[in-house]
């Protein structure tokens, strides 16, 4: 992981190469403040201000020099207004003139994200170092790096070289270090406790065998609070097979238990007064003669009996199952995270993951929060009148809808038959992959929605 920390520095005075926000309405009275050379520097690099330009603007001697950097408001720089500028300035230490950084720390910092676990030759590109006069923000700037950063790291990796096993083994190192308690659930165990998580990966290899890995953290007089998250590590459609092209990304299935490991970390590191309960159904959707199939029955923890219409619905599966254990503690808020259905895509594109929530308070808690840090979401329906989708001729209930409408809304209410009446529950639908690079974002794994359900949790719960 990089380290973030040594990114960003408290201002003592040290030497540091200027950066000026210049955004398009203060954009001529700041030209008019310059001198002759810098009005000329800024018109020969056509800079105007627009969002993410830079421009570099010669000093008093041949080695002085700044930069200007392109804001949508120089007054309040958004998260990601620095990312670029971290991404393509030189090494070297910057401080930002006549402005504090604020959320922008975050964007100086994701900026500098690289994943290059595989690349013969890495980048190489030094560190640039930030010089902030507001260092109370470094600390929290550095946590949100590193657990977005971590989020990054384990979708990108393929899915070879990250299973259950090692799925377990990042969760490990996370209870390690944040002085966490952690239990284990495989074989007969699990076959007998969690058989829905037993059923979706009895077809993979002894070596990548299914797995529920739990961890528990904090004062137990304190608040419940209950982390599921999806870890479909590679996820082959079971028998109904994918076709090739809906295969490929299927390394970032387990893009739900990177979020909710994430948030753990986050809740852990920043001391948060809960008692977490962290749940993560680690599974291998493959195909063999023990695959289990269309038209089976299978017996979920909870005692409902699910009647598989789809192999490939099979996330619900073992987040029902974590769901189910979720609740017999009487958590007093449960949010779950899962890479769960093509159609959340299809309804709002991959920037936005589908939020449900069985409560409005809990729902308008998560939409400010996401306003608040850059990290938005939309709330979904659970709309109950489709429950009938998933009805069942043989079973209690159905995986998956015979009719195409309505994908993501029937998922989550499949999972909400899951989670027992009286508890304040979330489902974040979310994509956990940029298709295109943005500053600060690049191509690959990322965390979307991250942010947006930490930045909850601190207005709950408080630091």
Not at 3 to 10: E, G, I, M, N
Not at 239 to 268: E, F, Y
Not at 310 to 330: H, S, V
Request: net charge negative.
């Amino acid at each position: 992981m990089t380290d973030f920390a040594s990114l960003l520095q408290p201002d003592q005075g040290q030497s540091a190469t200027s950066l000026h926000l210049v955004d398009r309405g203060g954009f001529e009275a700041w030209l008019g403040t310059q001198p002759e050379r810098v009005r000329q520097a800024v018109r020969t690099q056509d800079f105007k201000a627009e969002a993410h330009q830079l421009a570099i603007l010669p000093g008093d001697k041949a080695d002085e020099w700044s930069a200007a950097l392109g804001v949508a408001n120089a007054a309040e720089p958004g998260t990601w207004c620095l990312a670029r500028a971290a991404d393509v300035l030189p090494e070297g230490s910057y401080r930002l003139a006549g402005t504090g950084a604020g959320p922008a720390l975050l964007g100086w910092l994701l900026g500098q994200y690289r994943f290059e676990r595989y690349k013969q030759t890495p980048s190489n590109k030094g560190p640039r170092i930030l010089v902030t006069d507001d260092p109370a923000r470094i600390p929290e700037a550095v946590l949100l790096a590193e657990s977005t950063s971590l989020v990054r790291d384990l979708v990108n990796i393929p899915a070879g070289d990250l299973g259950p096993a090692e799925l377990q083994a990042a969760i490990e190192a996370v209870a390690a270090e944040c002085g966490a308690d952690m239990k284990v659930t495989t074989g007969a165990e699990l076959a007998s406790g969690y058989p829905m998580v037993h059923a979706v990966g009895a077809a993979a290899t002894p070596e990548r065998a299914p797995r529920l890995v739990e961890l528990e953290w904090g004062d137990p007089r304190n608040p419940r609070l209950t982390l599921v998250g999806k870890g479909v590590c590679f996820d082959s459609g079971g028998l109904d097979i994918k076709p090739s092209a809906g295969m490929r990304l299927m390394k970032k299935d387990m893009g739900g238990a990177a979020h909710a490991l994430a948030l753990a970390r986050l809740v852990m590191k920043s001391r948060l007064p809960v008692r977490l309960h962290l749940l993560i159904p680690a599974v291998e959707n493959a195909v063999s003669g023990a695959a289990f199939r269309p038209g089976d029955i299978l017996k979920s923890r909870k005692g409902l009996t699910v009647e598989i219409g789809n192999t490939d619905a099979e996330g619900r599966l073992i987040l029902a199952d974590a769901l189910a254990r979720a609740g017999e503690d009487t958590p007093e808020l449960i949010l779950d995270f899962a890479t769960l259905t093509g159609a959340a895509r299809v309804a709002l594109g991959p920037d936005l993951p589908a939020a449900f929530a069985n409560r409005d308070d809990l729902a308008a808690a998560l939409l400010a929060g996401g306003d608040s840090v850059s990290d938005p979401l939309w709330r979904l329906p659970l709309w109950k009148h489709y429950e009938e989708m998933l009805a069942s001729d043989v079973a209690d209930i159905g995986n998956a809808a015979d009719a195409p409408f309505a994908g993501s809304v029937t998922a989550a209410l499949f999972l909400q038959k899951f989670v027992p009446e009286g508890i304040a529950w979330a489902h974040f639908d979310t994509f956990a992959w940029r298709p295109a690079a943005k500053p600060g974002r690049p191509k690959g794994g990322d965390a979307l929605g991250l942010r947006a359900a930490w930045a909850m949790l601190r207005q709950r719960y408080g630091s």
